[in-house]
């Protein structure tokens, strides 16, 4: 039995828990050593992540783990979204008079989930990591109580997600009625040489499945309580879901289909793409009457999990790389835009309509050049990082000849190209002098450097050291 | 020489110089203007290099620069210039000083201004230079966001709306011609391994395997993003808005360079790697053409805006190119490809004209100017030769290159029966522009003055030094355009004759 798929959730919850019992005994007042703290941790796992990197294939824990390459991709993006969330809490904590320093145990606890996700071999495993990552998310989206829009985005996130759970138990349960196995590898190799008479189940399990992650992704038509809790919670937070979050529903989609229900493509290939085609229509399209940023981010969010499922269909030899790069590409981006987003957040209080955008460049080019070239790589605009990632996911999808699916994708990318071009818009040409300015605040800063600088080389970087043979 | 890769030096001067902006302090104005300048003139230099080393004799590109730099998925930084390109480049590279000194007028936020400027230069030669498909469509979309910018924040009252419309329009184009980029990609993967994205190699393997449906699918996939770029009718409802509102130096470059990346794009995709469809298709893209020759001209002669005058005069200058090209022989699309550069000289320069005077007089409605010869001689003058190449006067310019668009279309074998028609109807089109241009200079320099012009200050030296090479270029090719088919003959021959090879295999 091997423990090393589990090396990096390991260090991240102990290294949490041990956070926590600093945060007991420490004394009132600045958390700003909290946060160094979580930095720190999070830097050590993703060291124990590298060192995992050369290893192709290790299975441990009775084949419930499994460390592969796309586990150190996916590893690496949620790392990368956790750190970043860590910088852009520091400061929006002290503003918004919620600095405590359980916020960011929280944060680490929930990315130790999501490591979990990224290494799930068995359904048990599926279902452990999804609770683990989805309850200190609830706690963190109500954290800005007594906002009541914080509590509601909690509560509403909650039930829902409760639901959900409920959902993919169940799921699990009868595809374990049907054929004795949870494990993902197995399940696959029965599917190729099913047994009849307990087939029914397992596809109605299958089902079940799709709609809890399907939940978890906010893929159309799961998506409704998105918008209200990217809205209420805390903005870094925001973030934080947006990006890590949607890596770990990914990571569960490639795991739970690819992998398990691999061999039944063609039965689940069809509502897969009827969810992916309806929500790029909707998240994009909704997305154009929206005013306020967070919740454009949402719809937008919404919209970037059509493509992705769209990137479960492809051929796998260029959509399985396609969907570790776009989830990097799409991490960098978002975080990057909830960095300006934070970064715009005073002490005296929080406001997120493009109003409060308008003519911001004017004073501020470095923070605007950032926000444009965020805005470019989610519209997929060369030379960005979310061009590339687009490419090779369309690539993937025509190759496996979903051409209408393609297509469905290339005009939302248009459309898209309106809303996301309208933050660019009321920050660069936006008449007059901004009525706020960003806040001199370091952390956020180098947030905004680092995926400022990410999002336009991290494309041409990644395909010229070795891209799809990676 | 060839260690030396000066195409890829032409690409990198620009950025290094936007680069060395951005150090600058935002409050040395000037400083940052002559930095911008330096660095395009140093492009300028670099080509005019490039031209002493051109080897006529030689169709195939020159000057190449190749590096495998992403060998998982074959694309490949290629760049190489030939006789198609050579004079677009060139072009760019002479447009760009005249644009920046055209923009010594900008006050506000003039840092980010050059910054784009000079980014703008390296996308314009990145689509001129690439010899990579993947390469290409990069440079291809990044032009797209300095000149959005550009129009969006030094534009005038209607800015915002002509950036946004410029920008969808453009990407809804460009998104089709990506897939069909992917595509291909797609289809040489099996052949090569890895796939590839280099277009010679797909015209000499992969073009033969298509079915002609495949390749009509995938012409109108490419021609969607270049008919919207050319503008081609109905696709150039952008142009008007784009044009006007854009500041000057942005309508020079969008017309003078941009707009020829549409037809450069035909000249060099479409028409290599679907001949088939390239041969079927020839009578729309020629008819489309034609509507756009007499279109543009009749809404040219309705206008009361001086600026949105020229740019449909643009639509109409544009419709002889792609009438040339759909020819299809070489006369025509030797000749379209001088019109190309003919246009972006006279067009170009008509634009910085309308500028010029719009610093002065602070409109550009015909009902308020008029009888301007008197007070400005110098620019009056000039503004009749640039109106007269645009008009296609015989010994300027415009006129060798509509003249032989005619007779090229005229004995075009792939427009058959209909051939006589179009160049009938596109003969109109000259006609139409004389009326529309000279009523234009009437408008302008004839007739009442208004008291408020007197005194107005003529050209200065800027402006002079500005007009000069334009003036030069419009006699020399007017009056000896030989050196310029000279350069291109081999290279155009060349891609033409893959294109006969192909279409009679179908025959």
Known sequence: ?470 | MASFPILTWMLLLPLIGALVILGIPRERVGTIRWVALGTSLGVLALGLGLLSGFDLSQPGPQFVHHWDWAPSIGAAYRVGVDGISLWLVLLTALIFPLALMASWSIEERVKEYMTLMLLLETGVLGVFLALDLLLFYVFWEFTLVPMTLLIGIWGGPRRIYAAIKFFLYTMAGSVFMLVAIVALWLLSRPLTGTGTFDPVWMAAHLSPLLSPAAQRWLFLAFGLAFAIKVPMWPFHSWLPDAHVEAPTAGSVILAALLLKMGAYGFLRFNFSLFPVAARDLAVPLALLAVVAILYGALASYAQDDFKRLVAFSSVSHMGFVMLGLSALNPLGVQAALLQMINHGLSTGGLFLLVGMLYERTHTRDFRELGGLWKVLPVYGGILMVVGLSSMGLPGLNGFVGEFLILLGAFGSAALGPAARGLTAAAALGVVLAAIYILTMLMRVLHGPLQDRWRGLPDLHVRELAIMAPLLVLIILIGLYPLPFFAAMQTSIQQSLSVFTQATLAVR
């Not at chain 1, 599926?126 to 509601?152: D, I, K, M, N, T």
């Open chain 1, 1 to 470: 039995m091997l423990w090393w798929p589990l090396l990096p959730t390991l260090i991240l919850t102990a290294g949490a828990l041990g956070l926590l019992l600093v945060e007991a005994f420490r004394r009132p007042g600045s958390a700003s050593g909290m946060a160094w703290g979580a930095l720190g941790i999070t830097a050590l796992t993703l060291g124990a992540v590298g060192a995992l990197v050369g290893h192709q294939e290790i299975e441990g824990l009775y084949r419930m783990v499994r460390w592969d390459p796309p586990a150190f991709w996916l590893s690496l993006t949620i790392l990368i979204g956790t750190g970043l969330a860590i910088l852009l809490s520091r400061h929006y904590l002290a503003d918004q008079g919620m600095e405590r320093g359980e916020y960011y145990v929280f944060l680490l606890l929930a990315a130790a989930g999501m490591l979990l996700m990224a290494v799930a071999a068995d359904l048990l495993i599926v279902f452990l990591a999804l609770e683990w990552l989805s309850f200190p998310l609830y706690v963190l989206a109500g954290f800005a109580r007594p906002r009541l829009e914080s509590e509601e985005a909690a509560l509403k996130y909650f039930l829902l997600g409760a639901f959900a759970s409920a959902f993919l138990v169940f799921g699990i349960a009868l595809i374990f009625a049907g054929t004795g196995l949870t494990n993902l590898s197995d399940l696959a190799a029965w599917l190729k040489h099913p047994d009849p008479g307990a087939q029914p189940l397992v596809w109605m399990g299958g089902a079940l499945l799709l709609v809890a992650l399907g939940f978890k992704v906010a893929a159309v038509p799961f998506h409704l309580w998105t918008p209200d809790v990217y809205e209420g919670a805390p903005t870094p937070v925001t973030g934080f879901m947006a990006a890590a979050t949607k890596t770990a529903a990914v990571a569960a989609l490639i795991r739970v289909f690819l992998v398990g229900l691999g061999p039944a493509v063609a039965l689940w290939s069809g509502p897969v793409a009827l969810m992916a085609a309806g929500t790029m229509l909707v998240g994009n399209g909704v997305a154009l009457m929206q005013s306020n940023f967070k919740r454009l981010m949402a719809y937008s969010s919404i919209a970037h999990a059509g493509y992705l499922l769209m990137g479960l269909l492809g051929d796998p030899a260029l959509a399985v790389p396609g969907l570790m790069f776009y989830l990097l590409a799409y991490t960098l981006a978002t975080m990057g835009a909830f960095a300006v987003a934070v970064g715009m957040v005073g002490p005296e209080g929080e406001d997120q309509s493009f109003r409060a955008y308008t003519g911001v460049a004017r004073r501020a080019p470095g923070i605007g050049t950032a926000m444009a070239l965020f805005m470019l790589s989610l519209i997929g605009v060369p030379p960005t990082a979310g061009f590339f990632a687009k490419l090779l996911l369309f690539a993937a999808a025509w190759q496996a000849g979903w051409i209408a699916l393609v297509m469905v994708g290339i005009l939302t990318t248009v459309i898209s190209a309106y809303f996301y071009l309208r933050v660019v818009v009321a920050m660069w040409m936006g008449p007059g002098e901004p009525a706020r300015l960003p806040k001199s605040d370091l952390w956020v800063r180098l947030s905004v450097a680092l995926t400022g600088v990410g999002t336009l080389l991290l494309g041409v970087l990644w395909l010229m050291f070795g891209g799809l043979s990676l």
